[in-house]
């Protein structure tokens, strides 16, 4: 059965990110949606949380208003024991499509945010990358001409070139094919395994989330609340088909409300 | 996509022959059969367009009217281009402008032609006031909706790296609108193109559109007027061309949908 | 309170443009006064312009001249560019052929066309009609091929999925398809149409705004005339130009925008 932990992270890590009961309510046209619901959450330093819910539920607007995006209607958002207030080069977001620069090349983009370094570091910083998320040979290649796993893979190299303590993202690999889509995972994997940073990743794939994160935190439908944190102690690298996977994973689908058989 | 079969590559080139070939034996037959002793015949008219081009008459000509549009168009596009971007930046400002600028908008460049001639006197400069207010207009708006129409993505992209309001204006806001810019500065070329055609018809005596005028009133030489007109077209037509040419360098070509 | 702040703000926000347009009127008459040759008139005068021509009966008189040949012109070339474009455009062959010899014939000005108008049609309204007619002949020609090689081949091939036949296939999804596209380019067009009735009344007419222009000129340096002119020219302008936009509104027709 799956666990539900108390809203805190384990209590050996520093907190890296703390939401407060954070709300969200949007005007438009004289109506109110009230996106978020008083959400609380601690994520650890180097921790690889998942926000896990429906489609239009509000995990995309919490990522962004961890950010720095938006700012919550009440509540706050700490990161390092500062508010958040805007962004910052120490969040980098990460997005799910189409957010590499089109203008730029591979090395363009992943030095993008490397402007203030001297030139001989910055060429090994955007080598260095180049190689981790694998596009060797693509430095002087344009986007359009890499497919949609490589655009990605070319957003992560570039978050990560700055060295930022956080990467957001969400639903990075929405729109990929689900071979790619597996691909993709194992590499996101093996870039954190390499780089320990911490991570929050926001995702509608039940398997995604319990294939990549330390914990799962699932949401409602707007307005979203946190209906549960499950903590996912399989080690790295995880067995899709052994019965503690299956298990948590049954559990969030059952959380979820959704049916065993198609 | 839609007819028959695909066509060759030899019908790329024949296709066109073909029509061109069909429209010059319409006009000769046409001309021939109304027995109008002044409109010229396409024989004529070549015949024209050589002995202008031996007079030396039609390169002078071609100079000057270039020169006035790279005079005006340039001037519109070194105040058009920061307005412009500056106005889809804020859109405070562009709301506070925008009125006067549609209202500015319609008025043809010709209708200007007194103003300018008050300011200017009668010549060159009165024309190239008329060519940058063509070509200003068509700058600002493109400038404006194509930075209004960058992605909020990038925008977000440029504060999360930390970049000022003037490094994100520079180093984002201006490469994603490139294209859209690019698009309005090839349509405001050809528009510099038409208004000093007009305004040499009207306001100045040397240029091609000038050369139009007075073929016909020094001689009813109509042999002139229409070659002096297709080189026009010619010319238009080359100026555009080679603005597309920018379109195709790589740091721009992702903003355009090319034919494979 | 909420409403009573926004209220507030929001009559503050519109009266900003107010605020700018005024300055500039406050501007232009200091300028004016300080012109060496004293022709300009300052805004006053223009408003006393404008009461001259209304007092003579001229404003309207020379609005419907303008609008009588804009409509003509446009319509003639609506009716014959539309469906000729929309078949050349259907038709991947007949886009060979032609396209090369309208792109040689779009950059020319209509303007230039005006010795062969005279020589055609006399000096008149026909002449200006002809002038106008060929100013938007070829941009819509190119608007409705344009159109039609834009619509996503999806679209085609689920109507033939359907067993459409070749008219169906026109009816039911080449004219719903091409419709927003159109629309925008009448709408650009309406807009040279507008440019070319000025300018040609300037030079081929007598009646009509572009006339008043250069008549009042003219006749005495009548330059609150020609200022006046020029304003209710901007104005009139505008109003075509937000005309064909509530068209583009129009429910059936919004598919092809996107909603923000």
């Not at chain 3, 002449?127 to 020609?141: E, N, Q, R, Y």
């Amino acid at each position: 059965m799956s666990l539900t932990q108390p809203v805190s992270a384990p209590a050996a890590v520093t907190i890296k990110l703390s939401v407060e009961h954070v709300s969200m309510v949007f005007e438009r046209d004289g109506k109110s949606t009230h996106v978020l619901n008083d959400i609380s959450l601690k994520v650890g330093d180097g921790e690889f949380v998942c926000l896990l819910g429906p489609s239009g539920c509000g995990k995309s607007t919490l990522l962004n208003a961890m950010a720095g995006f938006l700012s919550p209607t009440s509540g706050e958002i700490k990161v390092s024991g500062e508010v958040v207030r805007k962004p910052d080069p120490r969040r980098i977001f990460v997005f799910q499509e189409r957010g590499v620069f089109p203008w730029l090349t591979v090395e363009g983009n992943i030095g993008f945010g490397l402007s203030k370094l001297p030139r001989a570091e910055r060429e090994q910083r955007i080598a260095h990358y180049v190689k981790m998320v694998g596009l060797e040979g693509f430095e002087r290649t344009y986007p359009q001409e890499l497919s949609g796993g490589m655009k990605q893979r070319l957003e992560v190299a570039r978050a990560l070139a700055v060295n930022p303590d956080m990467l957001l993202l969400d639903e990075p690999f929405g729109a990929l094919d689900s071979i790619t889509r597996l691909i993709m995972r194992g590499e996101l994997l093996r870039i954190w395994e390499a780089e320990r940073k911490t991570i929050v990743f926001v995702t509608h794939d039940i398997d995604e989330a319990v294939q990549l994160a330390d914990r799962v935190v699932v949401m409602s439908a707007r307005p979203a609340t946190i209906q549960q944190i499950v903590n996912i102690d399989i080690a790295h690298p995880r067995d899709i088909s052994s019965p503690r996977y299956l298990e948590l994973r049954d559990g969030i689908f059952q959380q979820i409300g959704l049916a065993h058989k198609l | 996509m839609n007819s028959l079969s695909e066509p060759r590559k030899w019908e790329r080139f024949f296709w066109p022959i073909f029509a061109s070939a069909l429209l010059l034996a319409l006009w000769h037959y046409s001309v021939v059969w109304s027995g109008t002793k002044v409109f010229p015949s396409p024989r004529e008219v070549e015949k024209g367009m050589g002995e202008l081009l031996r007079h030396h008459v039609l390169w002078r000509d071609i100079v000057d009217s270039l020169r006035r549009v790279a005079a005006g168009f340039g001037a519109a596009v070194l105040l058009g281009v920061p307005l412009g971007l500056t106005l889809g930046w804020y859109p405070a400002a562009n709301q506070v402008v925008n009125p006067v600028m549609q209202v500015l908008r319609p008025i043809s460049p010709i209708a200007w032609i007194p103003v300018a001639i008050i300011f200017f006197g009668v010549g060159d400069r009165a024309a190239m006031f008329l060519i940058f207010l063509g070509a200003f207009f068509p700058i600002v708006v493109a400038c404006i909706s194509g930075v209004s129409n960058v992605p909020s993505v990038f925008r977000r992209a440029g504060r999360n790296f930390g970049l000022t309001a003037p490094q994100l204006l520079a180093k984002v806001l201006l490469p994603a609108a490139l294209p859209q810019i690019l698009i309005g500065l090839r349509i405001a070329l050809g528009i510099a193109w038409l208004v000093v055609v007009a305004a040499e018809m009207i306001a100045v005596d040397s240029g091609l559109g000038y050369l139009v005028i007075d073929s016909r009133n020094s001689g009813k030489r109509y042999d002139l007027v229409v070659a002096a007109i297709l080189m026009i077209g010619v010319i238009g037509l080359v100026l555009d061309l080679a603005f597309r040419r920018l379109e195709k360098l790589r740091s721009v070509r992702w903003g355009f949908r090319f034919e494979s | 309170m909420q409403d009573e702040n926004t209220a507030r703000t929001n009559l503050r926000v519109q009266l900003r443009p107010i605020a700018f347009i005024a300055a500039l009127l406050v501007l232009w008459s200091i300028g004016v006064r300080r012109e060496p040759s004293h022709l300009l008139p300052g805004p006053w005068g223009v408003v006393g312009g404008i009461a001259d021509l209304v007092r003579h009966g001229l404003l309207v008189k020379y609005v419907v001249a303008s609008l009588f040949r804009v409509t003509w012109g446009f319509v003639l070339a609506v009716v014959l560019a539309i469906p000729l474009g929309l078949t050349v455009g259907w038709n991947r062959r007949a886009e060979m052929a032609l396209n090369p010899i309208l792109q040689i014939l779009r950059p020319i000005s209509p303007l230039a066309w005006i010795p062969i108008a005279i020589l055609w049609f006399g000096v008149g309204d026909l002449a200006a009609i002809f002038l106008i007619f060929v100013g938007c002949f070829f941009p819509l020609m190119l608007t409705a091929i344009n159109a039609v090689q834009s619509i996503p081949a999806v679209y085609v091939n689920a109507g033939r999925n359907f067993g459409l036949s070749s008219a169906a296939l026109v009816y039911r999804v080449l004219y719903p398809a091409v419709v927003p596209n159109l629309i925008v380019g009448l709408r650009i067009t309406l807009g040279i149409a507008w440019l070319v009735v000025v300018a040609a009344e300037m030079i081929a007419v007598s009646s009509g705004l572009g006339f008043l222009i250069v008549d009042a000129r003219n006749a005495g340096n009548r330059y609150d005339l020609v200022l006046a002119g020029m304003l209710i020219i901007g104005v009139i302008g505008l109003m075509l130009d937000m005309g064909m936009r509530s068209l583009e509104k129009v429910k059936s027709f919004r598919w092809g925008y996107s909603e923000d």
